[in-house]
């Protein structure tokens, strides 16, 4: 090699050390210094969606919306009407639909999308599907843009809460297209090419919805139409027509363009009327360009994203937490608009009428109980008064508290979780508006299954209670009566009576707070002190039998009883009690880790994603990917054993959870999972809704800054995190020492600093002391 060679070679090397230290100290001021990039940049809406029937990384699709948007946006990658509506591994994009999906199990509804095409008209959707590449995506919250290659157009969105601005950039062509699909199940359209305008409604749905159910939109075009044609059903084409009716119909406008000449459309909808849809459209968007449309969205975002602030060297954490704290604010929908007299109305999918008021859906309580609707009580609780006020409207209007809503009841789940909802929002000063109301409602799920509404002919079983005069009469609900998942309805049924026992007590009554805080003790009947694992009972008292611990549903619901052992929120020391005490219950604790990730998939005749999901994690029979164990960890406060939840909970954080398409380990129900996730990081987590204490976890990140809605600022400090500091050495709350394994609700609320002093040891002589979270148990015994 020559001296003049190698003279060169050592002058790059050394312009590419002072290139990569540029780069990294950039970086670190880049992730330390929030002014100097905007949060939305730190959120990935694909994170969840390299998902499939078989395996769900997330479930999720990429929704291009406002914070609890009427209306969402997203590419379709798949057939319209498929749930997994967008798949990470697709290469053809088919449209950009209005959707309003709360999960592939249970399917959208009121959906139709646009597309732009070049050349020969292609309209039906395996034909004009384009070949897209993930490198010519821009996926924001507030924005989506794709290359669809095979038209050489650019479309993108930004949406407004019930309307959205499409720009569609068009090549040089004699035939340019834009195609409305109102899709299947009932839809019209019509073109008002004087007006620039296409108007129709589509009546898609998967259920929960009355006979005159319409999603109304109109599309308002800046661009004269030179042809309009219409297709009906069965993809026929109706050339030159203006309108068209049917179970599947669509509409075609076409115009000659220019290279780079950009078409907008203006779209807005609603469940009322199209007059509603154009008062929605004047008001959101009005004569707004695509830039303003635009900064909006990203402004709302960047304010919601912003309450909270992160300051830590890891960006890839960093990018996981704003990712899900964006799938947390996505759900439940707002389903009210504003009329033209400015009122609030909403149409409601109970009994088809429009009234006034508020109203939200789009909701599993099932999963959101645990984490998202304390996250609104800590951080919206002026959101969260909103939609206590739309269940109030529910039970008005249907008899009956949701359970699952989309947009109205859906027979989906089990529990009676509505009441932990509004018993939590109740006891941490969340105004109810008619607390009496609610209490009548909960009242009512917890006393009869009577009236419940019928859908196809048949009761809605997951509203009200299925089984309740039995829980009611024998303290559980039995395995041998022909009612499915009842060991795991008895649990939720007795989680929901303490949490009515709670609301019933402040508000000072007493007899009807001693009736449930009895019946909220019933989870003890399912305990078996022959195996220490909750068990199904037969009527007659006796457990039922054969019993395997690994088998999946059957007396459980998405999971078996190593799992659903671990679900009495409100009395964990009861639970220890029963297991022989502290010891032997982190034992069991220990064994759901250890134990090999066995399992029997007979009750289902196949292994569904939940269990699969399970079994690839190298995380024994432990199962974050489904509900009902995600608080389990936590449950080592309780017995002086806080070091093995801080150790677990730090890897579950790093090594279940990334910023990436298959960055979730099993499904991302309304942002549930991904609630943990925010609450996990910041060092804390809401064990038992209905009781004022979040357990201690272990924090993720250096700084949090947590802006709360009543203008003060907490602030969690952690200096010494880094990947082997996760376990708490000592903890100081405003400065003075702390050694409770839980934190108040009223601490955090007051405004202060939390500091932790992080080790890669645990600190076991700090356990002794610790005061454990709230047990009912330990209050009685008080008492």
Known sequence: MSRQFLNKVINKAIILVVVICFCSCKQDVVIS?????????????????????????????????????????????????????????????????????????????????????????????????????????VVKPHYYSVYLADYDVVAEVSPAERAAHFKFTFPESRSAYILLDAFFKGSMVKIIPEERKIIGYCRNNNGGVPDNFHNYFVAEFDKDFEITHTWSDEWTLLEDSLES??????????????????????????????????????????????????????????????????????????????????????FPRKL?????????????????????????????????????FPFFN???????????????????????????????HRDCMIGSNSSPIIADAFLKGIDLNDTDLLLEAMVKNATTSEGRPLANGKVIKSVGREGVEYYNTLGYVPYDVGIHENAARTLEYAFADFTIARMAEKLGKSELAETFYKR??????????????????????????????????????????????????????GLIDLMGGKEAFVDRLDSVFTMPPHFDHSYYGFTIHEIREMQIMNMGNYAHGNQPIQHMIYLYNYANASYKAQEKIRKVLTKLYAPTPDGYCGDEDNGQTSAWYVFSSLGFYPVTPGVDQYVIGSPLFKKATIHLENGNTFEILAPDNNRKNYYIDAMQLNSKAYNKRYLDFDAIQKGGKLYFKMDDKPNINAEKEAEAPYSLSQTINKN
């Open 245 to 330: 009716m049917g179970d599947h119909v669509g509409a075609v406008i076409g115009f000659q363009t220019k290279r780079g000449e950009a078409v907008h459309v203006k779209v807005a909808s609603s469940f009322i009327s199209h007059e509603q849809a154009h008062i929605n459209l004047t008001r959101e968007i009005g004569t707004d360009s695509f830039e303003q449309t635009r900064a909006k969205a990203k402004n709302a975002w960047e304010a919601e994203l912003g309450r909270i602030r992160i300051e830590d060297d890891n960006i890839d954490n960093i990018r996981t937490f704003y990712s899900c704290l964006y799938r947390v604010l996505l």
């Open 520 to 573: 909220s003790m019933n989870y003890k009947h399912l305990f078996d002190p022959s195996t220490k694992w909750m068990r199904g009972k037969n009527k007659d008292g006796s457990f039922q039998s054969p019993f395997n611990p690994l088998k999946w549903g059957d007396a459980f619901t998405e999971g078996n009883s190593i799992h659903y052992t671990w679900s009495v929120f409100h009395d964990i020391q």
């Open 33 to 137: 210094k929030h002014e100097a990039v905007s949060l939305v940049d730190y959120v990935n809406p694909l994170m969840g969606t390299d998902s499939s029937f078989e395996l769900s990384n997330g479930n999720t699709y990429p929704a291009i919306a406002m914070p609890w948007g009427m209306n969402f946006w997203t590419p379709m990658t798949s057939k319209m009407g498929d749930g997994w509506t967008y798949n990470y591994d697709d290469n053809k994009i088919r449209g950009i639909k209005q959707t309003h999906q709360p999960s592939p199990w249970i399917n959208d509804y009121a959906a139709f999308s646009l597309m732009p095409v070049t050349g020969a008209l292609k309209f039906q959707e395996d034909e004009r599907a384009s070949w897209f590449s993930h490198k010519s995506e």
């Open 378 to 408: 800590m951080m919206y609780p002026e959101l969260n008064a909103q939609i206590m006020k739309g269940l109030e409207n529910t039970y008005k209007e249907s008899g009956w508290l949701p359970e699952w809503a989309s947009p109205g």
């Open 336 to 372: 009210y608009e504003f009329n033209g007299n400015n009122e609030m109305v909403h149409y409601s999918p109970y009994n088809g009428e429009v009234l006034p008021g508020y109203m939200f859906t789009d909701n599993g309580f099932w999963d959101t109980f645990r984490a998202v």
